[in-house]
């Protein structure tokens, strides 16, 4: 689909630029699993046509000194899900975490074990090509080294020291029929027979530590800021220009990479444009809270409020699959309320702004819209009259978020004032409008 067209004015500022596990049929080529640690892992691939590593045929465990250690790697398979892994007795027992690691101890989160995998896995990253098992990008999200506390079939309790990954976890096996018990912290990998036994495949992980200090759990609802109409301010010094798309107004929170998504009305429209998973995608496991815009762009590369109206009040999985199809649509971003645990409310919106642009969202279906700053508010507006885009938002640089409220610190301007556009005519040469 076409890329909603970046508007050019005078100096603009630009932004920063920055579940479970997928299977596949066992490779033709692939080993039997004959029972040993790595067995199950081999079993499920073919070493020609994949870049995993794969281990040494009886893993030993390492005699080192210090903790052990662990990785969390980000897998965008099939579904995008968190592998989690811990070094034990040679090699990386794991587990798949759809949502990744919970942070606040009031929410469990899902995690499905899996084969045991190589130690030499906690350094790989890169791309298992379509069809093969786990196909999909691989990149590290966090690694470390873990104190063990418990280790039994059916319970581990850890305390992670990772750059992001910080603190006592524990996770318990949610099968009711589970491989032999330990009973206590010895090794457990020969009843486990490569993984298959080891506490069944359900679980569940848990933060035992209370949430870092300041943490807030990311909220069930908030209302859309909105802007009066009016004119350009008299002085562009503390105003930022914001294209005004005259899309579909969508706060998306982002939970363990899942979004949900309501309009303006708190109405739910996840459902209806399938396109906002890549805004989870991108944000991963960091909670979030997005305010945007959903546009549908036309044969001219500009905002077509008809292609938009057929993506509205349309239901059925595979309608919503033609539609999105015939009329795909882009979700513009324009402001970060809440990331990482923190109400971003309360702060200025050049600091919010700082924020968003960090968080690099662009790509298919997905762009952080141009904020423009240290230009003249004429001169944006001019720009995108000029590609046939009715408006402007204008906003206070030092305003925080107002919820619910309608602001003077967001205007939307749609005309000049008449002395600004005089000016704006005999800057470019030319004559009445």
């Keep these: 689909m076409a890329t909603p067209r970046r508007i050019h004015a005078a100096k603009p500022a630009r932004p920063a630029k920055t579940a479970k596990p997928a299977s596949a049929a066992k490779p033709a080529s692939a080993a039997s699993n004959d029972g040993t640690p790595l067995g199950a892992y081999r079993a499920k691939r073919d070493p020609a046509r994949t870049p995993e590593p794969m281990g040494t045929e009886r893993p030993q465990r390492r005699k080192r000194q210090g903790q052990p250690s662990f990785v969390i790697q980000e897998h965008h398979a099939r579904a995008l899900h968190w592998d989690f892994r811990l ?17 606040d101890p009031k929410t469990n989160h899902l995690a499905v074990h899996t084969e ?26 966090d690694r470390g080294n873990y104190e063990l506390e418990k280790w039994t079939d059916t319970e581990v309790k850890v305390v992670l020291h990772g750059s992001r990954a910080q603190g006592r976890y524990v996770l318990f096996s949610t099968d009711r029929k589970t491989g032999r018990k330990t009973g206590g912290e010895t090794s457990d990998q020969a009843g486990r027979k490569g993984g298959d036994q080891f506490g069944g495949k359900n679980w569940m992980i848990h ?26 301010p008299a002085d562009d010094d503390g105003w930022a220009y914001e294209v005004n798309w005259d899309g579909v107004r969508a706060i998306v929170y982002v939970d363990g990479g899942r979004v949900r998504a309501v309009d303006r009305n708190d109405q739910d429209i996840t459902a209806s444009f399938p396109e906002l998973r890549r805004a989870g995608e991108k944000v991963g496991p960091r909670p979030a809270v997005l305010d ?34 015939e009329a795909p649509v882009t979700y513009v971003v324009f402001d970060v309320l809440h990331l990482d645990g923190q ?66 610190d967001w205007r939307k301007v749609t005309r000049m004032r008449a002395k600004a556009a005089s000016g704006a005519r005999a800057k470019d040469g030319g004559g009445p409008p």
């Design 343 to 408: 109400s971003l409310l309360g702060l200025p919106y050049r600091e919010r702004r700082r924020q968003l642009e960090a968080l690099g969202l662009s790509g298919k279906s997905l762009m952080t819209g141009d904020s423009y700053r240290d230009v003249r508010g004429v001169d944006v507006l001019a720009a995108v009259r000029e590609h046939g885009i009715g408006g402007i938002i204008a906003k206070r640089m030092d305003a925080p978020y107002r919820p619910g409220r309608r602001s003077r």
């Design 87 to 103: 070094e034990h007795d040679g090699v990386l027992v794991s587990w798949a975490l759809p949502k990744g690691i919970p942070e």
């Design 292 to 325: 945007g815009e959903i546009i549908a762009l036309g044969a001219d590369g500009r905002p077509s409020p008809g292609r938009l109206q057929q993506r509205l009040n349309v239901s059925g999985r595979a309608e919503v699959t033609r539609r999105a199809r």
């Design 207 to 232: 933060r035992m530590d209370p949430p870092r200090e300041g943490f807030q759990p990311l909220p069930d609802s908030i209302q859309p800021m909105l802007a009066t109409a009016g004119s350009l």
């Design 116 to 141: 045991d995998h190589p130690l030499e896995y906690g350094s790989f990253e890169g791309d298992i090509q379509p069809g093969e098992y786990g196909g999909g990008q691989v990149s590290i999200w």
